[in-house]
């Protein structure tokens, strides 16, 4: 079986566009939640949001789709992250056009960014939009096919919160089984008033910047990103291109209740389970954990019962939503490649926002920046709406 | 206010059936007194229904719940929340 | 890997398998709706109400495979729109409501993932759950997936499905992106339409898979996709899963393509029916449940009882008669807007 290695990173978010502008700010603790200054909604006045700091526009600029008028946001930042993935990849268009190359991307809203034209359009109340052939979930997935000439593999995952969590796994999955030599993977979603009113209307948005792990919490914040990672197998990558290996992963699915984690967090002990069981990882070899911690009374409180089924002593572990919101489908991979950055230079970042840790549980959030410290296993976890749980292991290159 | 107690309490019914999608339901097959909520009552109503209750009172009689927690008392049964209505409307 | 059972919710009487005795609907309005059972008895009425049309054709076929074989550990599901009538009735919440207080409900039901997750939720599934949303290769991504979770040998019984649900609102979007005919159907066989656009469909189909098995319906043996191809691609692609599979062009007898009435992609079927495979039986599915993005499953439901020898099915079917062999290796041959290729193919 082929060894799945990442040679690409690309990313957008909050913290600012690429890997660059995160890293540094995750280094200084500088959330990119607050108040909204693109995104228009009854909401951005009550409520704060991992906004991207460009527009429509100037994405457009940055992406080189300045002629574009269907592109929704949501294709705009995959647009970006995709680009910077490839291109630190090195990938040729020869490799990217091969049958053995592949694209997995996934996304909850879509194009339905676009409201308004989406609810002239869908109630027909006018001539077609501009945006008429941008709302469909795989939109997006099919113009990065179209930009960079894909021809093998391609799907569009939407598993709410682990969807690209997801897309990584199927990626590392078709490597594995032979089927595939390199794979795009990853996701992306933008601030929407459909996802902001449906939470706000499920009660679990706070009204503060959200604080992963703090006993006070009140609900999740909402961001916007993208985040792509280029997997490559054994057989064809260059070994001077690698950065980390992706060792195990699991899925599991909670089946407990629409909107909430079970009591005994089984969906996300299994996911943790399966990806410790296929990585051959013991659990304290687990040396730091990027936990799903979207600052819910429940996710958190399940997420660390999780911990406790799993770690006899829990790894260091944060919740990168303080910095970045809850950034939906591109959560996974978003974290994911922060997890990476945690295993290439040996740090991990503090969660942000906690002034009581949890009561409860002896194992608190990292709050502290903590440099020089020996990264070798770090696990990634995303556990959606609906119970769909996983969990994914990385390994220092 | 002109209508009558039972006017409201039937309107009430009419409008929780159809929020709620309440299938096969007709309003006088709900009593008034029942428990709404929880595994003991006949319609088994849960924390998802009580938010689409809020909106039914908002939307439909004008009348504010604003948490969650005094929706709970609020919704215990029909009479309660009838109650609310009419102390609502009064203030 | 192998079909040991299935069920399905169509246009046509599949559910109660009508069609098996020759019972099909002559469709001759603009959408081909799906025939849906009477839900109550094996949904609870609890969840039942709250559950929009794709979700309930989903959990319907889902479901009572879940209950006839215990052992489905995983759930797999395709489903492009997913509850999209859920989801425009929240949004039109929004903008009539202007962001106001509103029903949690529709968001809940509308995300396509609801599917999967209440169909794991009923049948208490805890095991591998995914959707696929890519469009008119959704569903092909859940068989690459049972078959990779198959081949990685921790499972050995998998549920997987495909559901379109049509509502005004996805009717319209569609409608305006020029996807649909604009005019009602004839009597003669549609597919011979010289005007472009399909008649919209609708329908869940769900598989029981598994990894080997002495008794079994049919067998998936590969599968393959391409997007943006051009003829070169799709001669490549049919070579390619030719050859890895063992077999030459001659040893498929039957081609199931997915001809729409649409006349604009008339020509990639022609191709693949007339010169790649001119011995083979042509077989058509969509004018008996119309287009829609997952209907590869609805062919997969069909093609699963011809290779049973029903003959109602074969001869409603059959487009091109060539020869008179059995039902031995077939290739289902399907696009959505000649943008999404795949061939799946099955055998005895």
Known sequence: ?397 | ?91 | MYITDLKAILPQDTYTEGVLTGQFKEHNEMVFSAIEPNYIGFIPKGLLRRMGKAVRMGVGSGLPLINDHKDIEGVLVATANGGMEDCIKFLNQIVDYDEGILTPTNFVQSTPNSIAAQIALLGKKQGYNITYTNGGLAFENTLLDAMLLFEEGLHSKLLVGGIEEVSDYSYNIDFLLGKYKTEPISKEWYLDSNSVGAYCGEGAAFFVLVPESKEYLCRIKDLDQITYPNEADIDQLTANLLSRNGLTLADIDSVVLGYNGDVRHNKWYDHIGDSVFKKANVFCFKHLVGEYRVCSSAALWFLTHLFQGNKVLYSKMLKEDRHERPLKNALIYNHFDADQHSFILVQK
């Open chain 1, 1 to 397: 079986m082929q060894r799945v290695y990442i040679t690409g990173l690309g990313v957008i978010s909050s913290l600012g566009a690429g890997k660059e502008a995160n890293l540094k700010r995750l280094c200084n603790g500088q959330s990119g939640i607050g108040r909204a200054s693109i995104f228009e909604s009854k909401y951005t006045e009550s409520l704060f949001f991992g906004e991207v700091n460009l527009s429509d526009d100037s994405l457009k600029e940055v992406t080189n789709n300045q002629d574009s008028v269907d592109l929704s946001r949501t294709a705009l930042l995959a647009f970006f992250a995709a680009e910077e993935a490839i291109e630190q990849a090195g990938l040729s268009k020869g490799d990217l056009s091969s049958y053995r190359t592949g694209i997995i991307s996934s996304s909850t809203v879509g194009g339905m960014c676009n409201t308004v034209s989406l609810y002239n359009d869908a109630n027909r109340k006018e001539k077609p939009s501009t945006f008429i052939d941008s709302y469909a979930d795989a939109e997006h997935t099919m113009r990065l096919i179209k930009r960079y000439g894909i021809k093998g593999y391609s799907s569009t995952i939407n598993t709410a919160c682990s969807s690209s969590a997801n897309a990584i796994m199927l990626g590392a999955r078709l490597i594995r089984s032979g089927r595939l030599d390199r794979v795009i993977v990853g996701g992306s979603d933008a601030l929407a008033k459909y996802t902001v009113n449906g939470f706000n209307a499920m009660m679990i948005l706070s009204d503060e910047p959200c604080t992963p792990f703090d006993a006070n919490r009140k609900g999740l914040t909402l961001g916007e990103g993208a985040g792509y990672m280029i997997l490559e197998s054994e057989r064809v990558v260059d070994n001077n291109r690698v950065l980390a290996e992706v060792i195990g992963y699991g899925n599991a699915s909670d089946a407990y209740h629409p909107s909430t984690t079970s009591p005994e967090s089984i969906g996300p002990t299994l996911a943790m389970q399966k990806a410790l069981a296929l990585g051959g990882v013991k659990a304290d070899e687990i040396d730091y954990i990027n936990a799903h911690g979207t600052g819910t009374v429940n996710n958190d409180e399940t997420e660390l019962i999780g911990f406790s089924n799993i770690f006899d002593q829990p790894p260091i572990f944060n919740s990168t939503k303080s910095y970045t919101g809850h950034t939906l489908s591109a959560a996974g991979v978003i974290e994911s490649i922060y997890c990476v950055f945690s295993l290439l230079f040996n740090e991990v970042y503090p969660s942000l926002g906690i002034k009581h840790p949890m009561k409860g549980f002896a194992s608190k959030a990292n709050e502290t920046y903590l440099s020089g410290i020996e990264i070798k296993h770090a696990m990634s976890n995303s556990f959606g709406f609906g119970g769909n749980c996983t969990s994914i292991i990385f390994k220092k290159a």
């Open chain 2, 1 to 91: 206010m002109d209508q009558s107690r039972e006017e409201l309490t039937l309107e009430l019914k009419k409008h929780i059936i159809e929020y709620l999608n309440l299938l096969e339901v007709k309003p006088e097959e709900i009593e008034n007194d029942e428990l709404l909520f929880g595994p003991e009552s006949k319609l088994e109503l849960d924390s998802i229904d009580s938010v689409e209750l809020i909106v039914l009172l908002e939307r439909e009689f004008g009348v504010r719940v604003t948490n969650p927690t005094e929706g709970r008392k609020i919704f215990a049964d029909v009479n309660s929340i009838v109650d609310h209505i009419v102390s609502s409307r009064e203030n």
